[in-house]
């Protein structure tokens, strides 16, 4: 028996809790635009201190919602209640609710501390409070040194900060980040996606992020929601949506998915076999697929989760014969493209390099076997 | 010419770019002023022209000039001239002021739309120019003539039973210079309000910001320098405006302009018409527009 190392019990995150109240419930929201559906009857549980990503491709309906939150759009349906409060209704100014825009919208007639002060400025805040709040906040994202400086004088991820020190200071319900860092430079987003998360747990505030970045989602999130044409077609941690997605939609969406069709030939609790399309044989997976013999079933590989060999598998099924299209080299891994023998489908394997100077044992036009594991297949049925 | 390269060739012709300008305004507007300068300080003199020369040969060695304050402290001292000057602020000033509020709201909804209509709209804001100024200022003295139409309108619906005289009066001069200048206050107003990023009011508003708060410490300090420019283009104008006041304000209304106009051509006294020229230029031009760049830094 393998020997398994102990994983601790995780205390149970806010959504997985029977008697758990969402913070913010988003209820059969809809909205049109010229008679357009861009958000078609959502329904959706944020918990607090959640990192919520709203992921999905543009024109998806993301950011139409995000505003729904935020009071700037107004919803034709549905309801929307933060904290318990009902506030499908109430305008922007009133909400406990505070916006980061893609754009920043940072204002270029004032300085980064009256910009960061602005909030407070319009609460009533008092001066010497103000200036207390606006100095922790600008410490917070290490913006101190240029708290006189105008936006027109600041870098990207400068002008980032400050939008950033500026939707937090007010300490809201809510906030909302519309593609926060979307306009870094790669080096810069992958440093400021820890920092925001980092800070998202320091102040315990709740955080809700639209964004087209699949890694960026992933890195960040605690759930996220996969979005398409104004629907959420799957809610769950970055872990369940890569691992076990719902559909083909957010199987390919998210990350490169090998997907096949098939037909089930036996099910039973604990297998089901499929019979593949275009692979001679059969695949054989560790669960049940839910579906009757007889139906149409997609299934679905991971490409990091395919082994290639030139040795034919002894195993009588999940296995397949191929040539070796294209290898492209990442540096850290490699990517083959296997045409499958008597078909033009090209199945996506990923192998990491751990040796420096090998000479590939595979290569341009070999013919390979590829193959995978029965527990690493994903049934789709949607 | 010979050009060795291209290099070269580029720079003269940047040269020629800057040239043309400089020499325009070298030629229509710093020569003549200079001459007017020149003319403030010369003497009233019977003929044409009708003033001394301040340059005269006395024998083969000595030129004598001739320079005098008489005009300036004539304007300094007469009564007349600071009624004028002060009326003259009076009426520009509610022009500027009033063109400020009719065109800022509409410049904004002008803005908010979307670029077809935008272009329709300016259009119609500029059509007026299709036709002479004159002749839209005779249009007004129509209007608002005591059997004109504006008159006749209000004592048919029995709003008033006398005619209202608003000819010769500064209220006619105002109604033709707001209608006149409102274009000119526009389309800055449109081109600072249609750059205006309309996103800057949602992050206001989602900061807490109310409407009315957003527009004065979002849009207003953001619209400034078309607030400004406005502003300049009504105003210096409005005060050197021949036209409206002769037309519609009658001998009632002396304004700067009409001043100038009747020490030339009635008074035949050239000097003293520069002299209230040049005062203008140094006194309300100079300053505003160094006030204006200043304030847009």
Known sequence: ?382 | MIFKNKTDWMLWGKRLVIFIPLAWLLLFVLFPFLNIFKISFSEPYPGMPPYASILTLLDDQVIQLRLTLENYTLIFTDAIYHYSLINSILVAGSATIICLFLGYPMAYYIARQEERRQTHFLLLVILPFWTSFLLRVYAWVGILSPKGLLNNFLINWGIISKPILFLNSNFGTLIGMVYCYLPFMILPLFSALAKFDVQLLEAAADLGARPVKTFLRVTLPLTKAGILSGCVMVFIPAMGEFVIPELLGGNKTLMLGKLIWIEFFSNRDWPVASAIAVIMLLAFIVPIIALQKRALR
């Open chain 1, 1 to 382: 028996m393998v020997k398994r190392p102990k994983i601790n019990l995780k205390k149970l995150e806010a959504w997985q809790k029977a008697d758990a109240k969402p913070y913010v419930e988003i209820q059969n929201v809809s909205k049109h635009f010229d008679g357009a559906a861009v958000v078609k009857q959502i329904s959706l549980d944020i918990y607090k201190g959640e990192f919520f990503s709203l992921l999905g491709p543009s024109g998806c309906g993301k950011t139409t919602l995000l505003r729904m939150l935020a009071g700037l759009e107004e919803p034709d349906e549905g309801k929307i209640l933060i904290d318990g409060i009902d506030m499908t209704h109430v305008p922007a100014h009133e909400r406990p609710v505070n916006m980061m825009f893609q754009s920043y919208a940072l204002f270029p007639h004032m300085t980064v501390e009256q910009n960061v002060a602005f909030g407070l400025v319009q609460e009533g805040v008092a001066k010497s409070e103000i200036k207390d709040r606006v100095n922790k906040a600008l410490k917070l994202v290490q913006m101190e040194k240029y708290a006189a400086r105008r936006p027109q004088q600041l870098s990207g991820g400068q002008r980032q900060r400050c939008a950033l020190a500026r939707c937090l200071i007010k300490k809201p319900k809510i906030v909302l980040l519309d593609e926060p860092l979307a306009a870094l430079d790669r080096k810069l987003r992958e440093h400021t996606q820890f920092e925001l998360v980092n800070i998202q747990e320091e102040l315990g505030l709740t955080f809700i992020m639209v964004t087209h970045d699949q890694e960026e989602a992933m890195t960040m999130s605690t759930r996220m929601g996969i979005m398409e044409e104004g629907k959420v077609r799957q809610v769950g941690t970055p872990n369940e949506i890569y691992e076990f997605p719902n559909s083909v939609y957010v199987a390919d969406f998210i990350g490169t998915m090998n997907i096949f069709t098939g037909v089930v030939l036996e099910e039973a609790p604990n297998h089901t076999i499929v019979h593949p399309d275009d692979i001679k044989t059969d695949i054989y997976i560790n669960h049940s697929a839910s579906a009757a013999c007889g139906a149409n079933i997609s299934i679905a590989i991971r490409p990091e989760k395919i082994h290639i060999s030139k040795k034919k598998p002894t195993s009588q099924y999940n296995y397949a014969k191929g040539i070796v299209e294209d290898i492209a080299y990442l540096g850290d891994v490699s990517i083959y493209l296997v045409e499958l023998e008597g078909t033009e489908i090209i199945v996506e394997a990923m192998l990491p390099n751990l040796t420096r100077l090998a000479t590939p044992e595979i290569t341009w036009e070999d013919e390979v076997y590829i193959s995978w594991d029965p527990d690493n297949v994903v049934t789709l049925t949607g």
